[in-house]
């Protein structure tokens, strides 16, 4: 069974400090992963993209990804009250399968 | 910017109905997919869907459930007969011009309860 595992906290994150989100997952072949946003009664959301290990940053968005641990994150610089939400891991595997965490949801205090 | 719709927003039906739950993806989108969201609980993918057959079903998409793709914009999920724990958000996304492995974009929804 794969398996996409996340502290579904609620992680509470001063207004301009840096939030840090943290996922590992169990399928081993999965390639590309994403990182939505969700709002409650909303759609996912992409915010990121990461195929290759390594840092990849896209404004105030850094994500991170270990292959070789199976595992991948999210940093959120400089939070806004406007970025809590719940924030879903999704490994996709080579079946175009999107296989999502139970998200972390992320409280920005004012 | 390209978007994928849904239609309806919501809808009520009673249990043993059959309902249909429409989505127009992103237009030169190759894959389709629909996924669904118990309140409260994961995304779940149920059907991957490309040059006009599955690709792809998860357990939950049993023989109740069916896609199409009848013209040249919309994709269908039909539910034969609805039953109470079928009461979820049903989420519609498209991707890939190119090939596969690519952004799954996520449509608003559909709210579905079941009575």
């Known amino acids: 069974q794969k398996e996409v595992e996340q502290n579904s906290g609620p992680l509470s994150v001063p207004e301009g400090a840096i939030a840090s989100l943290n996922c590992t997952y169990s399928?081993?072949?999965?390639?590309?992963f994403f990182w939505y946003r969700q709002y409650s009664g909303k759609s996912p959301e992409l915010i990121m993209s990461?195929?290759?290990?390594g840092d990849k940053e896209d404004g105030r968005f850094t994500a991170q990804l270990n292959k070789a641990s199976q595992y991948v994150s999210l940093l959120i610089r400089d939070s806004q009250p406007s970025d809590s939400a719940t924030y879903l891991c999704a490994p996709l595997g080579r079946d175009d399968k999107i296989i999502f965490g139970k998200g972390t949801r992320l409280h920005i205090l004012p | 910017e390209p978007e994928v719709t849904q239609t309806p927003s919501h809808q009520v039906t009673q249990m043993g109905q059959e309902v249909i739950l429409r989505c127009v993806p992103i237009s030169n989108h190759l894959y389709f997919y629909w996924y669904r969201q118990i309140l409260g609980q994961k995304v779940e993918f149920l059907v991957s869907f490309y040059n006009n057959e599955i690709s792809e079903k998860s357990e939950i998409f049993d023989d109740q459930f069916s896609v199409e793709r009848p013209d040249g914009s919309n994709f269908t999920l039909k539910i034969r007969s609805t039953k109470l724990e079928d009461s979820a958000m049903y989420f519609c996304a498209s991707s890939g011009t190119s090939g596969r492995q690519e952004t799954q974009y996520f449509g608003p929804g559909t709210r579905l309860l079941v009575l």
């Open positions: 399928d081993r072949v999965s390639q590309s």
């Open positions: 990461i195929y290759s290990n």
